[in-house]
């Protein structure tokens, strides 16, 4: 089962009468679950929740900062308009191996451009290249000590009205809990009461799978 904060009864009645997983998502999913780091792919309901967002907003050129398996982005590309594109970043050939093999079957790979290198190279020289204020969408969901990096860097790269989406914002909910007292939970901490304070964006934390910040760059 996926990780949720919510009480399974509801969780999975929620997911009753409202998931609709692709095929190759939920292929992609219990491969990916089978793995040591399974835990680390988002949750089904969340990849419909991003998917639901991109068409909103009319997204054509969306980021991605942690792809690990694909879960994430395949979801977001096959929400993707047939011109869309997403330059998506990660550090791993291993993990993202599976990820290309699933965005081919979905016929999306031609959407995607992925990005071998530290996160914050591929930001930096997107925004030396002159494509910020470019993008529509960001999904962040990387190592958690970078967050205020990657924040700062791809609210550069968002038009005015772009969307930013911000992986595991609750932690386990760890952060709620005052015992809890390690680096990484600090600083989740610490990079939700800074946006909570940043008038740059228009906010919402989800409590979505394990937790989602939604930051609207304002005009
Ligand atoms: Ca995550």
Same mark, same amino acid.
């Given at each position: 089962m996926a990780k949720t904060l919510l009480d399974e009864s509801i969780y999975h009645y929620i997911l009753s009468v409202s998931l609709r997983e692709p095929e190759l998502l939920q292929q992609l999913r219990q491969e990916t679950a089978q &793995?040591? &780091?399974?835990?680390m792919q988002i949750a089904p309901e969340q990849g419909q929740f991003m998917a639901l967002l991109v068409q909103l907003i009319q997204a054509k050129k969306t980021l991605e900062v942690g792809v690990f398996t694909g879960y994430s982005s395949l979801s977001v590309a096959l929400a993707l308009p047939a011109d869309g594109q997403m330059i998506a970043c990660d550090v791993s050939e291993e993990y993202t191996a599976i990820a290309r093999k699933y965005w081919q079957q979905a016929g999306v790979a031609g959407k995607i451009d992925l990005r071998i290198a530290p996160a914050l190279e591929t930001l930096d020289r997107l925004l030396a290249e002159g494509q910020a204020s470019s993008f529509d969408f960001a999904f962040i969901d990387a190592d958690k000590g970078n967050y205020p990096n990657y924040y700062e860097r791809s609210l550069q790269l968002l038009r005015p009205g772009g969307l930013m989406a911000i992986d595991n914002v609750l932690w386990s909910g760890k952060v709620a809990d005052p015992q809890v007292q390690d680096e990484t939970t600090q600083a989740i901490r610490d990079f939700n009461q800074t946006l909570h304070q940043d008038q740059r964006v228009s906010l919402s934390l989800v409590a979505i799978a394990d937790g989602l910040t939604l930051a609207m760059k304002r005009g």
């Open positions: &793995m040591p &780091m399974g835990i």
